[in-house]
C-alpha cells in the first residue's frame, strides 16, 4: 500500500505517522513534507495548491490514497484534481471546502440544515445597514466575522456597541481584512467551553474520532496575538449524550444538506462549537483535520486510522451509526513549541537540539523544521514541534508533554504552560 499525504505541518506529520503505523507497513510520500516526515517518509518538493503535480504523483507512484491537510490544498482543488486522475482521495472537493472559507455560505447551510448556530446576519458595505440595526438589537454584544478566509483574524467579539461598530468599519473602511472582509457576518456572541468536533465523512456516512479542544492565543491564559494553534488535548469530552447529540443535530444534517447541494462531503469535518447552557452550537466548521488537534486525536485512533481513511475516500464507511466511536481508554496533550517572534515574524535557521532526550512513547510531530547544509535540524517556520504526552488521563499525559517539551532547545523557543491545565468540564 502506498499513501501520500499533502502538506508540512505538524498535522501532516502525525497523519503520515498513523498511515504508516498500519499492519501493511505502507510506504508513505509527503508533498512536501517536513525534516520529521523525511524519517518515515519520501518528501517530494511540490507545492500543495499545485493540484496539477500533486495528481501526477499520486498516479505515477501508484498511490492508493491521498490525505490533504491544508485548506490552501482544498480551496485550490487539488482534491478535484486528484479524483480526476482516478486516485482515492481523503479531502473534500473545492465545491464542498467552502463550507470552511464563506462563512456566509456556512451559516446560510447550517440553517437550511437546521444545525443549532448563533443568530447572525450578513452583509457587505451596499447593505452595512442591516447589519448596524442586528448589533444595535444584540446592544453591541455581537461578533463579527470577515466572510473570507483572514489567517484567523479576521473574527472580532465584541462587548458594546461601540467595539462593534469600529469593527466592521476596519472591515468595510479599513478594508483591514482585504477582499476577505468584504462580505461580514454579524452573530450574536454565545458563552461556553469550547471544544472541535472531527468527523471522518465518506460523502454520506461519517465516524466521529475524539473531540479536542485547542489553544489559540499565543500566551498563557489566553493573552496575546492568535496564533495557528500552540497545544491541544484530546477527549476534550467523552460524554456519551454530548457526542450522540453533536453527530445527530450537528454533523449528520450537515452532510445530508451538503449531498443535497451537489457538494457531498469527503474528508474530515471539523466543527467548531461552543457548548452553551442551551446545548452545543457551532462557531465555524473547517474542511479539513485541525492543526495542533490531529497531534493529539490521532495517536488515540489506533493503528486503524488508515483503514478509515480509505474506507472514507472510497465511500465505504460502514453503516453503522456514524459516531461516535467508544470514548478512547487514553488521553493526549500536545504542546507546541514556537520560534523566536512567531506569530509576528518567526526566527528561522535555530539550531534544534534535545529530540534524542524525549521518553519512549512521548512523540514528537515537526512542523516548521528543515536541515540545514550540514545536515543539523534546524527551525524553518513559526510553530516548530508538537510534543505529545499520552496517559491513562489527562493529568499524566500533560504530566509526559512538558517534562519533555522543556528538554527540547533551540535559541529563543517557547511555549504555553497553561495547555490542558483546566480542561473542559461537562454536565448535562
Ligand atoms: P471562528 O473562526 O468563527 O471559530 O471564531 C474564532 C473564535 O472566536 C472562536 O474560537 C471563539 O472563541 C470566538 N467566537 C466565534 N463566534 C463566536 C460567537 N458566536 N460567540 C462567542 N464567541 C465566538
Ligand atoms: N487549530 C485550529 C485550526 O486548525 O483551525
Given at each position: 500500500?502506498?499513501v501520500?499525504v499533502?502538506?508540512?505541518g505538524g498535522r501532516e506529520h502525525a497523519l503520515a505517522w498513523a498511515c504508516a503505523r498500519h499492519?501493511?507497513?505502507p510506504?508513505i510520500?509527503c508533498?512536501?513534507g517536513n525534516?520529521g516526515t523525511a524519517g518515515i517518509a519520501?518528501?517530494?518538493?511540490?507545492?500543495?495548491?499545485?493540484?496539477?503535480?500533486?495528481?501526477?504523483?499520486?498516479?505515477?507512484?501508484?498511490?492508493?490514497?491521498?490525505v490533504?491537510g491544508?485548506?490552501?490544498?482544498?480551496?485550490?482543488?487539488?482534491?478535484?484534481?486528484?479524483?480526476?486522475?482516478?486516485?482515492?482521495?481523503?479531502?473534500?472537493?473545492?465545491?464542498?471546502?467552502?463550507?470552511?472559507?464563506?462563512?456566509?455560505?456556512?451559516?446560510?447551510?447550517?440553517?437550511?440544515?437546521?444545525?443549532?448556530?448563533?443568530?447572525?446576519?450578513?452583509?457587505?458595505?451596499?447593505?452595512?445597514?442591516?447589519?448596524?440595526?442586528?448589533?444595535?438589537?444584540?446592544?453591541?454584544?455581537?461578533?463579527?466575522?470577515?466572510?473570507?478566509?483572514?489567517?484567523?483574524?479576521?473574527?472580532?467579539?465584541?462587548?458594546?456597541?461601540?467595539?462593534?461598530?469600529?469593527?466592521?468599519?476596519?472591515?468595510?473602511?479599513?478594508?483591514?481584512?482585504?477582499?476577505?472582509?468584504?462580505?461580514?457576518?454579524?452573530?450574536?456572541?454565545?458563552?461556553?467551553?469550547?471544544?472541535?468536533?472531527?468527523?471522518?465523512?465518506?460523502?454520506?456516512?461519517?465516524?466521529?474520532?475524539?473531540?479536542?479542544?485547542?489553544?489559540?492565543?499565543?500566551?498563557?491564559?489566553?493573552?496575546?496575538?492568535?496564533?495557528?494553534?500552540?497545544?491541544?488535548?484530546?477527549?476534550?469530552?467523552?460524554?456519551?449524550?454530548?457526542?450522540?447529540?453533536?453527530?445527530?443535530?450537528?454533523?449528520?444534517?450537515?452532510?445530508?444538506?451538503?449531498?443535497?447541494?451537489?457538494?457531498?462531503?469527503?474528508?474530515?469535518?471539523?466543527?467548531?462549537?461552543?457548548?452553551?447552557?442551551?446545548?452545543?452550537?457551532?462557531?465555524?466548521?473547517?474542511?479539513?483535520?485541525?492543526?495542533?488537534?490531529t497531534q493529539a486525536v490521532v495517536p488515540?485512533a489506533g493503528d486503524?486510522l488508515l483503514?478509515?481513511?480509505?474506507?472514507?475516500?472510497?465511500?465505504?464507511?460502514?453503516?453503522?451509526?456514524?459516531?461516535?466511536?467508544?470514548?478512547?481508554?487514553?488521553?493526549?496533550?500536545v504542546?507546541?513549541?514556537?520560534?523566536?517572534?512567531?506569530?509576528?515574524?518567526?526566527?528561522?535557521?535555530?539550531?534544534?537540539?534535545?529530540?534524542?532526550?524525549?521518553?519512549?512513547?512521548?512523540l514528537c510531530f515537526h512542523?516548521?523544521?528543515?536541515?540545514?547544509?550540514?545536515?543539523?535540524?534546524?527551525?524553518?517556520?513559526?510553530?516548530?514541534?508538537g510534543?505529545t504526552?499520552?496517559?491513562?488521563?489527562?493529568?499524566?499525559?500533560?504530566?509526559?508533554?512538558?517534562?519533555?517539551?522543556?528538554?527540547?532547545?533551540?535559541?529563543?523557543?517557547?511555549?504555553?504552560?497553561?495547555?490542558?491545565?483546566?480542561?473542559?468540564?461537562?454536565?448535562?
Amino acid at each position: 500500500m502506498r499513501v501520500l499525504v499533502v502538506g508540512s505541518g505538524g498535522r501532516e506529520h502525525a497523519l503520515a505517522w498513523a498511515c504508516a503505523r498500519h499492519p501493511s507497513a505502507p510506504e508513505i510520500l509527503c508533498a512536501p513534507g517536513n525534516a520529521g516526515t523525511a524519517g518515515i517518509a519520501t518528501n517530494v518538493p511540490i507545492s500543495v495548491t499545485d493540484g496539477a503535480s500533486i495528481a501526477r504523483l499520486a498516479r505515477e507512484s501508484g498511490a492508493d490514497l491521498v490525505v490533504i491537510g491544508p485548506d490552501a490544498a482544498l480551496a485550490a482543488g487539488v482534491a478535484d484534481a486528484c479524483r480526476a486522475a482516478g486516485v482515492a482521495v481523503f479531502g473534500p472537493s473545492a465545491a464542498a471546502a467552502r463550507i470552511e472559507w464563506s462563512k456566509t455560505h456556512a451559516k446560510q447551510l447550517m440553517d437550511r440544515a437546521g444545525v443549532p448556530t448563533a443568530r447572525w446576519r450578513s452583509g457587505d458595505r451596499e447593505t452595512r445597514s442591516r447589519l448596524f440595526d442586528f448589533v444595535l438589537e444584540l446592544d453591541g454584544r455581537c461578533v463579527v466575522k470577515a466572510d473570507g478566509l483572514a489567517a484567523g483574524k479576521g473574527v472580532v467579539v465584541c462587548d458594546s456597541r461601540d467595539e462593534a461598530l469600529s469593527a466592521l468599519a476596519a472591515c468595510f473602511t479599513e478594508r483591514r481584512f482585504g477582499d476577505a472582509g468584504d462580505v461580514v457576518v454579524v452573530e450574536e456572541r454565545l458563552r461556553g467551553p469550547e471544544m472541535s468536533a472531527f468527523a471522518i465523512c465518506d460523502g454520506g456516512r461519517f465516524q466521529l474520532l475524539a473531540p479536542a479542544r485547542d489553544y489559540k492565543r499565543a500566551h498563557d491564559f489566553d493573552h496575546g496575538p492568535n496564533t495557528g494553534g500552540m497545544g491541544a488535548y484530546a477527549p476534550a469530552a467523552a460524554d456519551p449524550p454530548l457526542m450522540d447529540g453533536i453527530a445527530e443535530r450537528v454533523i449528520r444534517p450537515t452532510l445530508a444538506a451538503l449531498a443535497d447541494a451537489g457538494t457531498p462531503f469527503v474528508g474530515c469535518l471539523y466543527a467548531g462549537l461552543m457548548l452553551t447552557a442551551g446545548g452545543p452550537r457551532v462557531l465555524e466548521f473547517n474542511a479539513r483535520f485541525g492543526d495542533p488537534e490531529t497531534q493529539a486525536v490521532v495517536p488515540l485512533a489506533g493503528d486503524g486510522l488508515l483503514d478509515l481513511l480509505l474506507a472514507a475516500a472510497r465511500g465505504d464507511l460502514p453503516a453503522a451509526p456514524g459516531g461516535p466511536a467508544a470514548p478512547p481508554a487514553r488521553a493526549a496533550v500536545v504542546v507546541v513549541t514556537a520560534a523566536h517572534g512567531y506569530p509576528l515574524e518567526p526566527r528561522t535557521g535555530d539550531h534544534i537540539s534535545g529530540l534524542d532526550g524525549l521518553d519512549a512513547g512521548t512523540l514528537c510531530f515537526h512542523a516548521g523544521t528543515a536541515r540545514d547544509e550540514r545536515g543539523r535540524l534546524v527551525t524553518a517556520g513559526g510553530r516548530v514541534l508538537g510534543i505529545t504526552g499520552l496517559g491513562p488521563d489527562l493529568a499524566s499525559a500533560r504530566r509526559r508533554a512538558y517534562e519533555n517539551v522543556q528538554r527540547i532547545h533551540f535559541s529563543g523557543g517557547w511555549f504555553r504552560s497553561d495547555i490542558a491545565m483546566s480542561p473542559v468540564e461537562v454536565r448535562w
